[in-house]
């Protein structure tokens, strides 16, 4: 009888056998199955990776069971013994010292209670060390702040200044007993709050979303025995066992391999699987639980978050929770992140000059009233409503409603906006950081070029084939349908249809450039099951890393073939034939050195180049994928692949460059396939294609850095805490930084940038609630589109508060100047409270909402409202308005009477800023006609008139605000008065244009 192997279930030509700790040990695994394929009897072998039975299948000789059977396990054990004396062989450590120590992240103070190696990985930890390590280190969890109470935000945001402003302006409004208005200002704060909370929320969704990932069972091995735990309760030293499509739930070294690779895309980006192996030998020793300096995983590490592509193995836990790289990211991403926004320091900043200026008029109106002997409650009632009717406090409102109707326009251009405030942000950029693969390319590997021996054939319609190979069908030749059989042969891969949302898509199981191949296959016409099913394969030995190819054996109909399939040095070194139009042809050295050339042209253009082989077996051999019979191999042909651009991209960083905008691209992939995907959608030219690794970018000052990043436009072999060094580089230099990605690589450098922006389709969840905006396309020209509005939502944003405080100035001005020309206090505040209702919500609203030029996005980018432009425009209208209406109300003292004079007076200050709204709309230019052209403000301007009339002209609604009717005469005066005062203003500024005082009053110069 068998000392590791017991016989759980017989029949005839087959018995199911279970080796003892046969699951956990993948290198015996590999023994075991090659010495029984050696029995010539053998049919087939199945493994149950996660019981570790097998089930054997063989021929059935009478009244030789028995036998058979004593044979199968003798094999077994003689198998098992082998690969027991290789392991002995290795050097690893005997010692329960060395063991700790040669695995990176160990104990220093924990090291005793260790087992040997052998021993360690049939048993794991203990249950009672387990759980003093889950004291010590705590739960395997990411690092998720309290979420703070909804209250503290709302006190934190009455310490704003412009809340602080409002909340004084009500406290005012009403003690001059103004309560309509000091009970809308207060509705303008309890709005801000809401606000304020709303973002609080969409904060707790990130938490949850990072929270996903530690949710779960995973497999560990403890007091000898194989367990399922939740992944929190994970401690430093468990033993996990990891097979195809299984989440790593923590950081961890391999002790235990069998042909394991792991998509690592998660933080590089780049979606080939990358190859693993288990500790060969001792490493530096460190703590367990500390953190890597590096966030690139070693080849025989593993880090949370990334998933088995295929194989099988055990590794050892180093680090959990907020120690592993995944919980550094986790930590930089839910910390909040304090953004403010470039129209929110302009406007802070603006507002203070403003209020000073203000308060300093209304100062020196009162202390004129005073002299003149004024009566002090009237005097300082109206004073002070003049000064606060010239604040416009409502303009927080409208720019949400106008930023509500740019989210409105975003989402009928397939951009979801999250944070409405990022759209004017948008519009400011200087610099858009993109991630390579998904963002600017499609993360799709894709067949480009084929080479048969003969011809090369590039295909002219990559990017189709993946999802929709069927309907754009491949020209190919014999030879190129033998290659692509061939590749289909020798691939694991697999496109399995699925129905979403009523349509037909695909999708991959498998590895990524398997997958392009059966791609490239389906499109020439070959039936992938049908050749699967006609051509059995009879062996394989998968790809290996030492070995650089992957090798199989299939039933033809003459015999079998073996056919290989991986790098070309290696299997062309092997080869001694190649297929030509002309049969089977020798390889001479003219032959190789043609081949080898392709081969290298391919490689220059940043192409994955697979190449592939074949030969018949002889008869008498056994169907066996070995190294003996890889020689004299029969040349195929060459298959080049690369992840292709997306449609448009180049256009869309023509157009980024022509508005001034910086395009930057981060990868994780090799830096000569950044270069080349740069140079195909047109971001590198000859003076920039240097390309900062890094390694090089690690060894950077913060001020290196911020040099670096002025003159390099590709970043390759970045990690996530790279990224977000170059974002906030580019921050300190001034710049309004765009990221872009799709991936949890790239969320802590969204979620940092000045507007983060996520793929919807192929992006992950983290990204995307890390992001301000999300593309539902995936289509890198929506950002362009995106940058275009918030452009024209900033124009729009300047131009109504230059209405808003070009008026109300000139309100102030006329106030002020008719008091010190000894004329009497024009308004009373019920007055200047029905100005400011005609003229402020409404007009300012048609200028936040009205839709964009087409050729916005051509210009650079809108002047700030600090500039001198623009300050010139706000001083000259504001004194054309209060000279003219000083001017008209002075004419009117002697000749009417006061209240006549003062409704007079009234209606030109009405009007001419009605008048105005076609020139703010023309970016404060003479207009070419008074009204405006816009059905919209046409209509908005009738409803305002009609209320003017009416508070005029209807005796109880002039009673209420203390007006008289006006005479026609006096009326159309007033009107005449107010259109001079525009061209007052025109004229003023013509003037100064010529004595170079000011520049061309345009927003988009």
């Keep these: 009888m068998s000392e590791t192997a017991t016989v759980i279930h017989e029949l005839p030509g087959r018995i199911r056998v279970r080796v003892k700790w046969f699951h956990v040990r ?81 104990f220093d103070d924990a090291r005793a209670g260790e087992k040997r190696v052998s021993r360690a990985r049939a048993s794991g930890l203990t249950t009672k ?108 030293g468990d ?158 409102v409208l720019i949400g409603i106008a930023l509500t109707a740019g989210v409105r326009r975003m989402q009928a251009r397939k951009a979801l906006v999250q944070r409405p405030s990022a759209l004017e942000t948008l519009g400011r950029s200087t610099v858009i950081c993109s991630d390579k693969t998904g963002t600017l390319t499609k993360n799709e590997m894709t067949v480009r070029v084929l080479f048969d021996g003969t011809h090369v054939q590039v295909l002219s319609d990559p990017e ?89 054996v299939c039933q033809g109909f003459s015999g079998s073939e073996l056919i290989v399939k991986g790098a070309v040095e290696p299997i062309f070194a092997r080869c001694a034939f190649y297929q030509s139009a002309y049969g089977l042809c020798e390889l001479d050295d003219e032959s190789r050195a043609r081949i080898l050339s392709i081969a290298n042209a391919f490689s220059r253009e940043a192409y994955r180049v697979i190449c592939l082989a074949y030969r018949p077996l002889p008869h008498d051999a056994p169907a066996r994928a070995e190294d003996e019979y890889e020689e004299n191999l029969i040349f195929l042909g060459l298959v080049g692949m690369e992840d292709p651009p997306r449609e448009h991209v180049e256009q869309g960083i023509r157009a980024c460059r022509e508005a001034g905008i910086r395009v930057l691209m981060m990868t994780g992939d090799h830096p000569e396939t950044a270069r080349a995907t740069a140079r195909r959608i047109g971001l590198a030219t000859q003076e920039t294609e240097r390309v900062l690794l890094g390694g090089e970018l690690a060894q950077l000052s913060d001020e290196q850095l911020q040099r670096a990043c002025l003159e390099v436009s590709i970043f390759a072999r970045v990690t996530p805490h790279d990224k977000l060094r170059i974002v906030t580089a580019l921050k300190a230099t001034g710049h309004v930084v765009v990221m872009t990605g799709d991936g949890v690589n790239d969320a802590l450098a969204i979620r940092h940038a000045d507007v983060g922006i996520a793929m919807g389709q192929g992006g992950t969840a983290l990204a995307r609630e890390a992001s301000s905006i999300t593309l539902v396309d995936d289509d890198f020209n929506a950002i362009i589109r995106a940058v275009d509005e918030g452009r024209g939502i900033l124009g729009n944003i300047r131009r109504a508060l230059g209405y808003l405080l ?47 030029r087409h050729d916005g996005m051509l210009r650079v980018r809108e002047a700030d409202l600090n500039d001198r432009n623009f300050l010139t425009q706000l001083i000259v209208r504001a004194l054309s308005i209060g000279g003219s209406t000083l001017l008209l109300y002075r004419a009117l003292q002697d000749r009417v009477a006061p209240r006549v004079a003062q409704s007079a007076a009234l209606t030109m200050l009405v009007l001419v800023q009605w008048f105005q709204v076609e020139s703010w709309h023309h970016d404060g230019a003479a207009p070419q006609r008074i009204l405006p052209r816009q059905r919209f403000m046409q209509g908005v301007l009738a409803i305002s008139l009609v209320a003017l009339i009416g508070a005029l002209y209807i005796p109880p609604l002039a009673a209420l605000v203390g007006l008289l009717p006006l005479p026609p005469g006096i009326f159309f005066a007033a009107a005449a008065t107010a259109y001079a005062a525009q061209l007052l203003h025109g004229g003023i500024m013509q003037c100064l244009r010529h004595l170079k005082l000011s520049s061309t009053p345009s927003l988009s110069r």
Aim: proline share 5%; aromatic share 4%.
């Design 26 to 106: 993948p290198n015996e695994q590999a023994a075991v199955l090659h010495a029984l394929r050696e029995l010539p009897w053998m049919l087939r072998l199945d493994l149950n990776a996660l019981t570790g039975n097998l089930l054997i299948f063989f021929h059935q000789v009478e009244d030789r069971q028995d036998q058979a059977v004593k044979m199968i396990l003798s094999t077994i054990d003689d198998a098992l013994h082998h690969a027991g004396a290789q392991c002995a062989k290795r050097s690893m450590p005997s010692s329960d010292e060395a063991m700790i120590a040669s695995i990176p992240g160990s």
């Design 464 to 552: 189709t084939l993946l999802v929709n190979a069927a309907d754009h069908p491949l020209r190919a030749s014999g030879h190129m349908v033998n290659l692509l059989t061939k590749a289909v042969l020798c691939s694991n891969a697999e496109w399995v249809e699925q129905v979403r949302d009523g349509e037909k898509t695909w999708a991959l199981r498998g590895d990524a450039t398997e997958g392009a191949l059966l791609a490239a296959a389906r499109s020439a016409g070959i039936p992938l099951r049908e050749i699967r099913a006609k051509y059995a394969r009879l062996d394989e030995r998968p790809f290996e890393s030492e070995r650089q190819r992957m090798s199989v």
């Design 806 to 852: 070009s008026g109300n100035l000139g309100e102030i001005l006329f106030s002020l100047f008719a008091v010190l020309f000894g004329l009497p206090l024009p308004f009373v505040p019920i007055q200047i409270l029905l100005i400011n209702l005609l003229t402020d919500a409404a007009p300012t609203l048609t200028l936040l909402v009205r839709p964009k």
């Design 239 to 396: 033993l996990v066992w990891l097979e195809e499509g299984v989440q790593v739930p923590a950081d961890g070294e391999l002790v235990e391999s069998y042909h394991l690779a792991c998509d690592e895309s998660l933080l590089t980006g780049e979606p080939v699987a990358i190859e693993k192996s288990a500790i060969a030998a001792p490493v530096s020793k460190t703590r367990m639980g500390e953190q890597h300096l590096s966030d690139t995983p070693s080849a025989s590490s593993v880090v949370m978050g990334s998933f088995v592509a295929r194989g099988t193995g055990v590794m050892i836990v180093t680090q959990t929770g907020s120690a592993t790289v995944m919980g550094r990211i986790a930590k930089g991403l839910v910390e909040p992140v304090s953004l403010e926004t470039p129209l929110q320091r302009s406007v802070t900043q603006f507002s203070r000059a403003v209020v000073t200026a203000i308060g300093f008029a209304t100062a020196l109106l009162i202390l004129v009233g005073i002299m003149r002997k004024e009566r002090v409650g009237p005097l300082l009632l109206s004073a002070l409503s003049i000064g606060a009717s010239a604040i416009p406090e409502g303009l927080p």
């Design 129 to 236: 060390e387990a759980q003093e390590r889950l004291c010590q280190y705590g739960e395997n969890r990411l690092p998720l702040l309290r979420d703070t109470p909804w209250w503290r935000h709302v006190l934190k945001q009455g310490q704003d200044g412009m809340t602080l402003l409002l909340l004084g302006l009500a406290g005012l409004s009403f003690f001059s007993k103004r309560f309509a208005e000091g009970g809308a200002l207060l509705f303008v704060i309890m709005v801000n709050s809401v606000v304020t909370v709303l973002q609080q929320h969409r904060t707790g969704r990130d938490k949850r979303t990072l929270a996903a990932m530690t949710e779960g069972e995973v497999i560990v091995f403890r007091d000898g025995q194989r367990v399922n735990i939740a992944k929190e309760l994970l401690v430093p």
